[in-house]
């Protein structure tokens, strides 16, 4: 059984060069919530082509500012592809918000996109679509299997890196060039 202190809530979740799932190849996720039960998380390194314009529109909600028009929207992960969620800094004012630290939260409301089209959201925030989930023990294992490498959360990294800096970046953290990992690492 995984002990608490070893959960890796608030931290980021990089994807090793040999990982050949499509969902997750050269993706950094911010883990939200890790505990026994499995993990959610958001990969926000992978744009996903949609504008934050295209999903206001279909929402029936405006915005004036052309720099909230074209904010990118994340592909967040291959659950639920159709459900927004925000990831951004407090404080907690919205409908459906898991506080994840004292500075980051994750919301799902409507309310919160309203405020940001209005220019009056949460001073740095990230869209994506979809999340990324891992059953009981299913991360643990991928960790295990050497799919994964985790460090702590950066809020520049995660709001002000540009999206294909952000893999190399997090790793980088650790001391690591990703880049030039080409084998499994082992285990003492």
């Not at 314009?53 to 279909?58: A, D, F, R, S, T």
Request: include cysteine; charge should be negative; hydrophobic fraction near 40%.
């Amino acid at each position: 059984m995984i002990m608490t202190q070893d959960f890796l809530n608030h931290q980021f979740l990089i994807a090793m060069p040999l990982l050949a799932d499509t969902n997750f190849s050269h993706t950094v996720t911010y883990l939200c919530q890790h505990n026994e039960e499995g993990a959610l998380g958001i990969v926000f390194n992978r744009p996903s082509g949609l504008t934050l314009e295209m999903i206001l529109g279909q929402m029936d909600i405006k915005t004036e500012s052309e720099a909230i028009a074209n904010t990118p929207v994340y592909a967040g992960g291959p659950v639920q592809q159709e459900r927004g969620f925000i990831i951004h800094t407090g404080p907690n004012t919205w409908d459906a918000t898991v506080q994840v630290s004292d500075e980051t939260y994750l919301t799902s409301s409507r309310d919160i996109l309203e405020a940001i089209a209005a220019d009056e959201g949460p001073k740095k925030y990230l869209v994506a679509l979809g999340y990324a989930g891992w059953g009981e023990g299913q991360l643990e294992k991928e960790m295990a299997d050497n799919a994964w490498l985790n460090t702590d959360y950066d809020a520049g990294i995660l709001f002000d890196l540009p999206a294909k800096q952000r893999w190399i970046a997090a790793a980088s953290k650790l001391g690591v060039d990703i880049s030039t990992l080409t084998t499994p690492a082992g285990h003492a």
